[in-house]
């Protein structure tokens, strides 16, 4: 992949990502307690449409799109359920976005030790 295609592919990416997010920012602000079940699933859908557009159209294989989409599934999944037992929007935002962070953490630190970029740690 050419840096120019790279290139290309993240700036795509990242106006979807904005577009979601200002989606988003935009639905809390008009409802503050969060949106009731039909909206929000509207929201997600929509995000998942954007998202994935996006990628398509920037030349992303299907195969890494199609991923990106149950994973992005399951995720509304976790917020659904979530969000019945809480009953919190902003819990579950924070609930998910936690689980989200700690899980890209163990991701990156998986791939350090994967490229061996990690050295021992010398125990006295």
Do not use: K, N, Q
């Amino acid at each position: 992949m050419t840096p120019e295609v790279l290139s290309r592919r993240v700036d795509l990416t990242m106006t979807g990502v904005g577009v979601v997010a200002f989606g988003y920012l935009a639905a809390l602000v008009a409802v503050p307690s969060g949106p009731d079940g039909p909206v929000l699933l509207a929201l997600v859908a929509g995000a998942l449409v954007v998202l994935a557009g996006a990628e398509l159209i920037a030349g992303a294989p299907p195969r890494s799109v199609g991923l990106f989409a149950l994973l992005y599934a399951v995720l509304a999944a976790i917020s659904w359920g979530l969000l019945a037992v809480v009953d919190s929007f902003a819990t579950v935002t924070l609930l998910l976005a936690g689980g989200v962070a700690l899980l890209a953490y163990g991701l990156h630190r998986y791939e350090l030790v994967a490229l061996g970029l990690v050295g021992d740690v010398d125990e006295h």
